[in-house]
């Protein structure tokens, strides 16, 4: 087994054995760039070392000695040699790119002879100096892992003593002094000798880096970007060169195109006589890539052409770092660039068009996930960066929110019909009963509930930045206060600003600018819906939102919650009326004051969505979701609906559930009272018909939702169909419609042969179907699965993606299901879970035909929908 | 197709077309008893009436008329005859007996002339009329569906009249002048005179028996039998026999043993010169069945001949119905009688003694469920009848509780030390909280919650009499009170007595007897251990319960919930107190205290259960349901645990969930407090180490619950596994224990092959898989369920049964997904389920190792374990 790889030996495809640094090395050397010379330890020998507890096997030594030998002879230079010594560096390099999570060394090779001769033979002995005492505290940080405070007060020191500021001020003499004091700490805290042997330090190195692989901010790193812990670090071992060894050397850093816009235009900096860390560091301002044109005319050529050589070798936009030693260009690293999604969009149409990649690869070049940032306002860059983070939540739904802080919807819709533009709506939790003053508000700030709670979803769903589950801060709804964990208090009309997409809250106003979608997002979306074999509907409650989704693309309403429509004053209280009716009859006399409002709100959807499918369905949530719970609030209705309080309380608590999410809601509300059903399909019904006559295309679809059992569907069904048909024949109509259902309960995926006897279409609802599935409550699980992710027992969100083992296969067992009985069903889903690209790809490989999701992710989905095919069916 | 068979053509095994009452009188006919001649109309044409939109077919009334034909030529009578006229019975007759549920129409054939044939022939006028106004009345009501009270008020009008009390003071005369009136009252209500065809009687009473299948109280007889709507009901039609034609005739009814004791002696009572209806009526005493013996001798004789005939024929104990006319005695009918389960015991064991049965065929004698009967203490049976309801509400947990009235546990526990040794305990609803007094008290008396609530689970669980969700009266903790629906008012101390078994709730003391078994108990049980293949273990939380089970006959306690524990005075305070603690040190110190007291539960348990598994549940509810919930007991709270009431309040609050049901509960709890799951290792291990010391056989198991997924029992078992190890090796033992999981979410079963590699054993907890893949809380489902089975969506209550469509469907996937990965792996039920006859059939069926049930439950489990090895193996 081969665990050493000279650059000379591998390619560009070696990133699982050499890491993204490594066989990007070998490639350019490869294709004949000037790389220094090295070698790679493979992510393999990574592996041996964890496998073998902690220990380098000695084959794998001797395989690293074999190569520095090749090294030596190819670079004429020798390990410890007084003559000619080698320095190299030693550098991670994983398969994923993970920047500067694990450890590097430069300058090993230097000891007390070496850096006499390196002095000698630059002729430079403060250069020498400082290479060896970096060395030494780059060792022992990384090697030992001494504290790196021990040798900076070492160096302050030094500086007090000769009374400088800059570290370019310390002379040559006083960096052999620094060194003397480094070697002593060395011995101080390692109880032996700074090691004088190269082969020595470097075994030691390649060790140190491949435990940095398991350190603590790349264990972090690695769970936050889904990069598993058993892949592995390579280590590069690289002979030094020195951007700093005088002013015709130099560092810096390049992207073939801007990685902010994609205009095609070299975009980087540099430093004069400067080590990378230098432009890192930031001690001095780098240069504009442009002038090197003037300073050093050659090199900028011969980096103009490595450029065009390699974006047209790896069909990308390329990030590189190069040094310039003595007049002589050093490529040390390229890989394709990070860019903003613009950028992304931008480059990806411009290679089609230059005809470097096929429209399947630019596909392939945006993450679905990206054009969220497309899609909503943002924060001014600048003012951000002034800003003070005052708390911080969970990045509920993205966006960027400044506005004068309200404490309740009430206050906020009063000052938004006053006048007050923006809006910030902070509330312990939000109910439904909020959703107006959401709707007009910036931005929602809530203390309690996760990224799927109450105000997340209904925010997501309107595209309203929200930062939720912000438990630093108290509430005082009576007081009308905002505290934060440090005292700070605000007040009613004060501004605050929210970062939906960090879960930073500001307690001042930040410049916000619109999005902006760039020329090619059109041209983009036009090859994704070519590719795309799912259809991306959206869940909808309003024509605002449809002609949002319309807009982004969407082909249809896959879910319209219908309770939505009911939390308007005047239907709420007809609504109310309904709910604390004392018999049927009341109820349905409640029901008839709501029909023209419910169907008005069909009208709207149906003239937006001409010529798609509008899925509608029926009323959902539980009762007393509807009704007030303060005794306060509820004396005030007892008043305008001529009850008494006591008999309005008894209402109010009898609906009371332990467990509302499987209480009486969906279909079972159905059960109870049919006349709800009768309303809502009349309302559905008439205004089909009467948006036909305006000449537009109609094609309703009622969903009946939380059905377990075929029986209840049948039920429902009847009455749906008795309605609809008594209507449709009354107005000598032949207008279609189709009943269906929702799949959100396990039985209902487990009996789906029996369920498609009645159904017309499935919808997936995979937000309950997750609850149940898992037995998680969604507004409580996030106080636990905290828990779980620390102890990596979860490495999701199943709120967010899908869990395929478990929820997943009910699914696909619900779809097949279905099928068998009714070959031609219609299978969608309308959770959450439809606008995540992981899931759309599962979605796309089980068959169904749409996924449904809120407007802000249309355009997300239809990539991601491209995206699955072309995974799904290895088409590139 | 035949539609009608002369009592000749059938025989017992015809009950799906003749109905049970036809069968038996054909087999009688058939093995040459005295049967009154007749014919029955099958259940076939009663579907074909009902497919026909209810209307006779005309053949199936031609079939009617050539057996009249026949039965006319059999008798040497004629319908509508002058001299010798055929008068007949109808009778329905459904496959099950439904006692009383359909109609019946006796006299059919007389007219205005065969009325005076008939006084003419038994030279008894007044009994001909009296026939004749019966006739008209029944057809009225039955046929014509007219208010009985019109011909009621005739009736008494004609007694007063003729100033007389009872209805035999009529003379011949004055039954002339009803038969006027009626007949004028039936063209009045008719428009039409009574029918004088006796064939047009006929054919309108056959259709209008079938109609009374379809009456309110059949359907709902039928709902709660579980006996199907599709099966309908057969018509017999049989030439009158009068028991009523003079002191040399009777009628009765007797049983060939005694159906309360099951004693081997016939049991019956007869009525000298009088109808079947009449011993109904209970106008007169009927006299014991011993004295015919002197009365008419012979007669007796024949009877008691026929009563041994009939047995052995059927072997079983028979219920007869007898008429004698003129000293001819006939028989009515014959079916398998009724019996309470001691005397469904003794019978069986009796019969197999005395070889007419097999121990397999005597298991089928039995239902399971009857045994409950044998298992508590009932009421005084006298008492019972002279005692007054005061409300209702659902049968919960059978007994008889009698007792005085307490309102709050406390007050309950008070009493009871200070004395009181029978106590009622009347709750709005019980928590947790409430064990200590559920478990001193009689009974328990809830005002909310269904069959499964937490009052009716516990209260069967202790084999504690229960009536929950008693909604009619209004229980006021604050005043002591409760009030019954019509103002009726209890306080503290009365006297109330509830009724487990009816949910019957009576305002008064009421005598009480201890439950008896019968010595043929334990041998029927031995037979039933012998063929059944299911295990049966208990579920108990504590010795005293775990003995009762062991006594009971269980083989190990399947459930002991831990929780259980913690309610103890001294331990919920060091629950508590680990609950609100601050830190894990705080937290450990806290369970520190308690580990002492739970290691005695255990070594309780460990004893009783020598040489059998006891498997322990580790701590499954949310935390909230140890704390307290209103601010005063938040405030007396927080001073015994020095916190300040805010800090105490918060830390409800925050512990508070939407849906508890699915939240911070189960194995959630031991990943996020490890030291929870360290503690009860602790005790679990301790206590195995120093009960096996006294010599005793133990074997824990440790049971992992609301396991969703495998890693998250990788990480608990983990826990477990490293500080039991430790005791074990500290102790120098070898004692083996296994951790296993509960199955209870959707998830869990659908991932079993997964969850298998990490657990030694699969216990389906039932209620909570049924709550999820229902998505039905089932604390808050009875409110909606109601609805349910009132549109027939349900049939039964899936709490109860296990729903083998869905919830069984995913069991059945986890058995055989648990044993592909683990072939050896133990599988058991402890949800409610696990006592219920069917549910039990399915576990047998399905491969389980064992059911584990209530202690009260585990002998009918033992029967419910054999039969269903009988049924699924098709022993007999």
Known sequence: MKYVYAFSEGNKDMKNILGGKGANLAEMTKIGLPVPKGFTVSTEACLDYYNKGMTLDENIALEIFENISKLENVTGKKLNDDVNPLLVSVRSGARSSMPGMMDTILNLGINDQVVETLARNTNNKRFAYDCYRRLIQMYADVVRGFPKSSFEYLFEDIKKEKNVTLDTDLTADDLVEVVNRYKAE?????????????????????????????????????????????????????????????DNSGTGVAFTRNPATGE??????????????????????????ETLKDIMPSCYEEFMKICDILEDHYKDMQDMEFTIENGKLYMLQTRNGKRTAAAALHIAVDFVLEGKITKE??????????????????????????ATVIAKGLAASPGAATGHLYFTAEDALNAHKNGVAKIILAREETSPEDIEGMNIAEGVLTVRGGMTSHAAVVARGMGTCCVSGCSGVVVNQEAKTLTTSNGQVFHEGDFL???????????????????SISGSFATFMTWADDIARLEVRCNADNPKDAKVARDFGAKGIGLCRTEHMFFDKMRIFNFRKMIVAPNKEKRIEALNAILPYQKEDFKGLFRVMDGYEVTIRFLDPPLHEFLPHTDEEIRELAVSLEMSFEELKNKVESLKEFNPMMGHR??????????????????????????????????????VPLVGDERELHFVKNIIDEEANKIIRENNSSLKYKVGTMIEIPRAAIRADFIAKEAEFFSFGTNDLTQLTYGFSRDDASKFLKDYYANNIFTKDPFKTLDQDGVGTLVALAVSLGKKVRPDISLGICGEHGGDKETIAFCDKIGLTYVSCSPFRVPIARLAAARARLDNDELI
Not at 271 to 289: F, K, S, W
Not at 377 to 385: G, I
Not at 679 to 699: C, D, N, P, Y
């Open 264 to 289: 095609k235009k070299l975009f980087g900096e540099y430093l004069i006589n400067a080590q990378g860390e230098d432009v890192v560091a930031g001690i001095r301002t780098p240069q504009n890539i």
């Open 186 to 246: 060395y011995l101080r805290l390692a109880k032996e000798e700074f090691p004088q042997d190269g082969k020595v330090q470097l075994l030691e190195a390649v060790k140190a880096v491949f435990r940095s692989w398991n350190n603590e901010r790349a264990k972090t790193y690695r769970r936050l970007n889904n990069i598993p812990d058993s892949w592995g670090t390579a280590v590069n071992v690289q002979e030094m060169v020195y951007g700093n060894s005088g």
């Open 361 to 386: 690869e630019a596909l392939r070049r945006v993450e679905p996930e990206q054009l969220e940032q497309l899609l909503h306002p943002a924060f001014d860059k600048e003012s951000l960066e002034s």
């Open 666 to 703: 969906g279909c079972r509300l159905a059960v109870t009272y049919p006349e709800i059903a009768i309303m809502q399909t009349r309302a559905v019904i008439t205004a089909a018909l009467e948006v036909e006559q305006e000449g537009i295309k109609v094609s309703p679809e009622i969903m």
């Open 497 to 515: 600003s929210l970062d939906g997409a960090t879960g930073n809250v500001y307690g001042e106003e930040i410049k916000t600018v619109p999005a």
